[in-house]
């Protein structure tokens, strides 16, 4: 796959870091995508998935790293990370041919966390935004791997965050600082498209329950388009849809498989619940953000049939 490993400047501390780097083969103005890694790896690892679709749809693609695991201070959605990646796109505009109307942002499980970050952060600098498996609220995702098999998380948020945010009011505040729920409105008044997807197991068979993508997508949709708590709650609990929310339609993006079992478009967002537990389809991704651009509606119509490998991630 032809990505090649850069270092692009960065205002925060006058550093030069790394990221994993394509150009498009076109001549002329050519979409950019910023995909993003997981929260326990960096630029390094886990990109093939968009190098593929970026070499099939031939987009400009950065990989960056955005300071490494999130168990570093210095990552984690911190103020660094939100300056790295607004670098990243200045970046790629000096050295690409990049189409103003088409700067897509995306990413899976710890990358999920951070593009609704920077959805609402910087709603500005995006065309459309696609979230897979996201961490919405740090705080309460702390909670939920608490006292599971997924505490190693709850104890990389302290290590981030400066101490347990249920009894230190600065880690506290440090986790609602690094949440997208604290900024995601942002993203809805700009009118910012915003496709959430996330698999019924989750949480189950993965790390992320399912209600932080629900969450997320209700402070994005109009009030009456928003779960309630009991609806969310029934569905994280048994992994299943009520009858009265069951997608009746066919989405080909995700095939028959990894089928779509639930989902709703509102304002600027749209949640996608789907056969499946803590996966990305970074081709179902690209295939969703080609259809957007700026300046016009969204285009949440169900998806063209695209070979969607199956990206399980780790977190």
């Known amino acids: ?10 205002k925060f501390d006058r550093s030069m870091q790394p990221a994993m780097f394509r150009k498009a083969a076109t001549p002329g103005p050519r979409p950019l995508v910023v ?4 929260w326990s790896f960096d630029h390094s690892s886990q990109f093939d998935g968009y190098a593929r679709a970026a070499e099939t749809w031939d987009w400009h693609l950065i990989f960056p790293k955005f300071r490494g695991p999130n168990w570093f201070p210095e990552g984690c959605g911190s103020e660094m990370v939100v300056s790295d990646l607004e670098d990243a796109v200045a970046y790629m505009r000096e050295v690409c041919d990049v189409d103003p109307a088409r700067i897509y942002l995306t990413g899976g499980s710890g990358g999920g966390h951070c ?13 459309a935004v696609s979230s897979w498996c ?8 702390h909670a939920q791997c608490i006292g599971t098999s997924h505490k190693g998380y709850s104890e990389h948020i302290e290590k981030a965050c400066g101490g347990d945010p249920r009894t230190s009011e600065a880690a506290k505040l440090q986790c609602a600082i690094r949440s997208p729920l604290t ?17 019924i197991h989750d949480g189950h068979t993965g790390s992320v329950p399912i209600s932080q993508a629900f969450n997320a997508f209700d402070l994005l949709a109009d009030e009456k388009d928003r779960f309630s708590t009991e609806e969310i709650d029934f569905m994280v609990k048994t992994e299943k849809i009520p009858e009265a929310l069951q997608f009746k339609g066919i ?4 095939g028959t498989e990894h089928g779509v079992l639930l989902r709703r478009a509102s304002a600027a967002g749209r949640i996608t619940i789907f056969e499946g537990g803590h996966n990305i389809f970074p ?12 300046g016009k509606k969204p285009d949440w119509a169900p998806g063209k049939a695209v070979t969607a490998e199956n990206g399980e991630l780790s977190k």
Do not use: K
């Open 283 to 294: 081709a179902v991704s690209f295939e969703w953000l080609s259809r957007q651009a700026r």
């Open 115 to 127: 593009s609704l970050l920077m959805a609402g952060r910087r709603p500005d600098l995006w065309t």
């Open 183 to 199: 900024w995601l409105l942002n993203a809805r008044r700009a009118g910012l498209p915003v496709d959430i997807s996330t698999g």
């Open 1 to 10: 796959m032809s990505l090649t490993e850069i270092s692009y400047p960065c």
């Open 134 to 141: 996201p961490i919405s609220d740090i705080a309460a995702w």
């Open 35 to 38: 995909a993003l890694h997981t």
């Open 251 to 254: 989405d080909e993006a995700f």
